[in-house]
């Protein structure tokens, strides 16, 4: 019976870690803004491509 | 080139106004320099990608002169809007209400491609502002901003923004914290209760007591720092001895807490703790639900976000940025057109026109001459001017209305709210049954007075009570918000339900100041209009942005010469033919005067054409507002000569009270009397002239078109064109009244029930675990509901606002 202990205060013990790091989520400001991200995430890669459309006509 | 094509009016490749296509580039039409400017731009750094995210939507181009932002390089200004400082690193937010689509956060972010300088640049949405880290040695801050500008997003400077930028989530951010650890906390000792709910056997009595203590554990945290706020609230209430809602929720929950404690060290009972962490962790979700906040709205601003952060002052024989609180009376300073006047002053010119409508509501501009004082929140048209400082800018005329009493005082002081009237009774009665139940005890089996007591106390606990006014005025918020009405907070939806009297400003708020209706009484043929056009767009008076804007269709024509005569009107010349446009007496008309109206005249060669009638337009559904309001609607109150008394008569009905041409302190005066008389007073305005009567109003609503521009301190902030709503607001806000009753008699009903087993001494652990949650859930659902129910009928005609 007493692994069942041990068991729950491991369980516990991981909860408590999780719940650590969405408080830490949350100071770092992950929450403020929920909407760019979505948007920012999108970027990057697409204006490189363009510029190489572009070269490729030129040539 | 001088052409001549007639082209139909296409969309703006940029902004997408109808436009009348000045300049065709690359295939594209454009509706002024400024657009064609972005899309140069943009189109240079292959990033025309813009125009093809998902969820673009357009905008129209306010220009901004690129010197405006120079005095960001003063190094006084810039220190106070820096958030980092080095030499090759600095960091800065600038707030810009243009932010509203994915192409803004894609363009804003891909900022690094105009300029290697720029490091990197973050959106943050919520809060329509964008964070650039760049490296100060190759760019400088002016730059930043003149570079914003050019694309569209010019950025608002002012200090008081950025104090409201960098505070305004932490309180929010507080209150997620302690809700994530009592959350936490009630689903392991819920996981943990589960065994006892479904009954243990005697033999496994190291676990119940592992399981126990656990749960002893993990209500700490949630005493100690979840609860908290709810008991130094009730200390704090006691100490200026009153009773607010926060009392008996306290009561509650230390009863809950230290019975439970006691059962479980003496090991006699599992204790309370799921129902009491559960109650905890309810409450703090309707606080949450009650904190919703617009971000990127400020309803606290003084006249600091009015005036612009530095001006040109005169020193050692040049002209040098400087903060505007460094002002000094006796400095000269230089202000351009358009640019606000910081201070009073004294004018140095011979002539300028100074329009005041922010001061006084007035918005024709007044003509000054050397040595006129001019005040302070006056705006320079024309002419870039020279001004002798008279008193610091904290001392003027107009800002010294902030000294005044009513921007000191705090609303809430004044008034109990229903949830607190209703608490004062409710702990009178909870109070009162605890000590006859344990009297009662006491005879009939004392051993156990001390557990019915504290029983009493802990079901007595108002968590329903309590949750009924948060989810009531904050759905009521969200529903407003959804159409275009902010309100600061959700304390305001009580107090509109109160208000029986409303009293209007005119200019900007019963007419919209920026949009009058404009004929011409004459004849024009297409290429007169067009040479008007294009007169007018090179003019920045406020009556030729609106004639400019009137002229949908477009010729194209050649300006040879141009000139600007500030407050008399244009001349230009086409085609070897003088056009003026301008007042009477610029053209040679004959002169009557027109309070009602403004006239522009126009004359080709001294040959008068007519002229241009103006006059502010009433917003839409404004009379029927007026006729839903009834005897509610009081007065009008206006800082403009009374030329428009009869068409304001007509509009209000006789019944109404008028005042004109009020100073910003008759305002705020007229609406003391008003409360002095016992009535709870809403003042509908829109300008820095009615900002004095907004604080004193109970509920001060500032009408605006453009959430982004500025609005002074208030309550509430409404859209232009929801203001023919406003009743249908009232009335949602005064049916919560009834919602919140019904709320609170199914709160009742329920602590009825619980305290009856309590007092019979049956409340067990079990009962307690199902009662307190029911009840709290019920209450929840009941009060949203019935205040969505409540919005689909009050607000039928209403459209939900798209931002």
């Given at each position: ?38 948007v920012r995430m999108l970027r990057d890669g ?14 | ?218 209500a700490v945290p949630v005493v100690a720092y ?427 009905g006789s019944s109404v009270e008028m005042l ?144």
């Amino acid at each position: 019976m007493n692994i069942i202990i041990a068991l729950i205060c491991i369980s516990l013990f991981i909860a408590v870690g999780f719940l650590i790091s969405f408080l830490w989520s949350l100071n770092d400001g992950q929450f403020d803004d929920t909407y760019s991200p979505s948007v920012r995430m999108l970027r990057d890669g697409t204006v490189k491509k363009k510029k190489t459309k572009k070269n490729e006509r030129a040539e | 080139m001088v052409k001549s094509t007639l082209i139909k009016s296409l969309p703006c490749f940029h902004c997408g106004e109808p436009c009348e296509s000045t300049s065709v580039f690359d295939g594209k039409s454009f509706c002024c320099q400024g657009c064609k400017t972005v899309y140069e731009i943009l189109n240079e750094n292959d990033l025309c990608e813009y125009y093809e995210i998902d969820g673009f939507s357009r905008m129209r181009f306010k220009e901004v002169a690129p010197e405006a932002y120079d005095y960001l390089d003063n190094a006084d200004v810039s220190a106070k809007i820096l958030q980092f400082e080095s030499e090759h690193l600095s960091k800065v937010s600038f707030y810009i209400p243009a932010i509203h689509c994915a192409s803004c956060i894609w363009l804003l972010e891909s900022l690094d491609k105009f300029d290697d300088a720029i490091i990197k640049t973050e959106v943050s949405f919520g809060r329509k502002s964008v964070t650039i880290d760049y490296d100060p040695s190759k760019v400088k801050l002016s730059a930043l901003a003149a570079l914003l500008a050019k694309v569209g997003y010019a950025p608002i400077i002012s200090l008081q923004e950025n104090d409201i930028l960098s505070d305004k989530s932490k309180n929010d951010r507080q209150l997620v914290y302690k809700l994530a650890v009592a959350g936490f906390c009630f689903g392991n000792i819920m996981l943990f209760s589960f065994p006892e709910y479904l009954g243990l056997d005697g033999h496994d009595s190291l676990l119940r007591s592992t399981f126990s203590f656990l749960n002893l554990l993990l209500a700490v945290p949630v005493v100690a720092y979840s609860a908290s706020g709810y008991f130094n609230s009730a200390l704090k209430s006691l100490r200026v001895k009153e009773v607010n809602i926060d009392i008996p929720i306290a009561l509650g929950l230390l009863a809950l807490f230290v019975r439970s404690t006691y059962e479980i060290i003496m090991s006699v009972g599992p204790g309370y703790f799921d129902s009491f962490s559960g109650l905890v962790f309810f409450l703090l979700i309707g606080r949450w639900f009650q904190s919703k906040t617009y971000e990127s709205l400020a309803f606290d601003r003084d006249f600091k976000s009015y005036f612009p952060l530095a001006v040109n002052v005169y020193v050692d024989n040049t002209w040098k940025p400087t903060v505007i609180y460094q002002l000094r009376s006796g400095d000269v300073i230089r202000l351009r057109n358009m640019e606000i006047v910081p201070a009073d002053s004294t004018l140095q010119e011979d002539e300028a026109f100074i329009d005041y409508s922010f001061v006084t509501g007035e918005s024709r501009p007044v003509a000054c001459h050397k040595d006129d004082l001019v005040y302070a929140g006056g705006r320079v048209i024309g002419k870039p001017v020279v001004l002798h400082v008279l008193r610091q800018t904290y001392q003027s005329h107009l800002t010294s209305l902030w000294n005044k009493a009513a921007f000191g005082k705090v609303h809430e002081s004044h008034y109990k709210k229903l949830i607190d009237r209703a608490a004062r009774k409710f702990t009178i009665v909870v109070i009162a049954l605890a000590i006859v139940t344990g009297v009662v005890w006491q005879f009939h089996d004392p051993s156990r007075m001390w557990l019915v007591i504290t029983s009493v106390l802990m079901v007595a606990c108002p968590c329903a009570l309590a949750l009924a006014a948060p989810f009531t005025y904050g759905s009521i918020l969200r529903e407003f918000g959804k159409r275009g009405f902010y309100l600061k907070n959700s304390d305001v939806v009580e107090r509109i339900a109160n208000i029986d009297t409303v009293v209007f400003d005119k200019t900007g708020t019963i007419t919209n100041g920026n949009e009058p209706s404009s004929n011409f009484i004459g004849a024009l043929t297409a290429e007169d209009e067009a040479c008007i056009k294009v007169m007018t767009g090179a003019s920045l008076h406020p009556l030729s942005k609106i004639i400019e804007r009137s002229i949908g269709r477009y010729v194209e024509v050649e300006m040879n010469s141009f000139m600007e005569i500030p407050g008399r009107g244009l001349i230009a010349e086409f085609n070897g033919r003088q056009y003026k446009v301008g007042s009477a007496a610029f053209v040679d008309a004959p002169h009557t005067a027109h309070l009602e109206q403004s006239r522009v005249f126009v004359s080709v060669d001294d040959d008068i054409l007519g002229f241009y009638a103006l006059n502010a337009r009433v917003r839409p559904g404004v009379s029927q507002m007026i006729k839903a309001l009834g005897q509610k609607c009081r007065a009008l109150v206006s800082g403009d000569g009374d030329g428009d008394r009869d068409a304001m008569m007509n509009l209000f009905g006789s019944s109404v009270e008028m005042l004109f041409t009020q100073t910003p302190e008759d305002k705020m005066n007229y609406v003391e009397t008003l409360q002095n008389e016992g009535k709870k007073v809403m003042m509908v305005g829109d300008g820095l002239n009615d900002s004095g009567a907004l604080k004193q109003s109970d509920v001060g609503v500032a009408v605006c078109d453009d959430t982004g521009i500025f609005t002074p301190a208030c309550d509430g902030i409404i859209t232009g064109n929801q203001i023919g709503f406003l009743h249908d607001f009232m009335a949602l806000a005064k049916s919560s009244n009834f919602i919140l009753r019904s709320a609170f008699a199914i709160s009742f009903s329920y602590n009825a029930v619980a305290l009856s087993f309590a007092m019979a001494g049956h409340l067990t652990p079990l009962v307690a675990a199902i009662l307190m949650p029911l009840s709290s859930v019920s209450v929840v659902v009941f009060s949203s509901f019935a205040v969505n129910l409540a919005a689909r009928t009050h607000f039928s005609r209403i459209e939900f606002i798209t931002k």
